[in-house]
Nanobody, 114 residues
Framework: QVQLVESGGGLVQPGGSLRLSCEASGFTTSIRDMSWYRQAPGKDRELVAR??????????NYADSVKGRFTISRDNTRNTIYLEMNDMKLEDTARYYC?????WGQGTQVTVSS
């Protein structure tokens, strides 16, 4: 059974940091294209960061709102991706979802509040 499991969400103050993880299981090969999305209450789900390729580094792209603050990375040995979030803002509050192909995880809640 293939699945994605996110972890690492929580409550953080403005300017703080969090690191999200998404572990993919049940896949027989490395996953080439994985992404992080987020959805805030009353808003559409939006792409936050994407990483393509199974080689070292991979090709990454980011939403303009998180460029310079968030970093997506991967550990191919564990079929896991990460989202390092720094200098967090109130508007980063959302439920964060991992995606691989057409498969979605259940999400992890991130709340930025003072």
């Amino acid at each position: 059974q293939v699945q994605l499991v996110e972890s690492g969400g929580g409550l953080v103050q403005p300017g703080g940091s969090l690191r999200l993880s998404c572990e993919a299981s049940g896949f027989t090969t490395s996953i080439r294209d994985m992404s992080w999305y987020r959805q805030a209450p009353g808003k559409d789900r939006e792409l936050v960061a994407r990483i393509i390729g199974v080689g070292v580094g991979g090709v990454t792209n980011y939403a303009d709102s998180v460029k310079g603050r968030f970093t997506i990375s991967r550990d191919n040995t564990r079929n896991t991706i990460y989202l390092e979030m720094n200098d967090m803002k109130l508007e980063d509050t959302a439920r964060y979802y991992c995606r691989a192909y057409s498969l979605w995880g259940q999400g992890t809640q991130v709340t930025v509040s003072s």
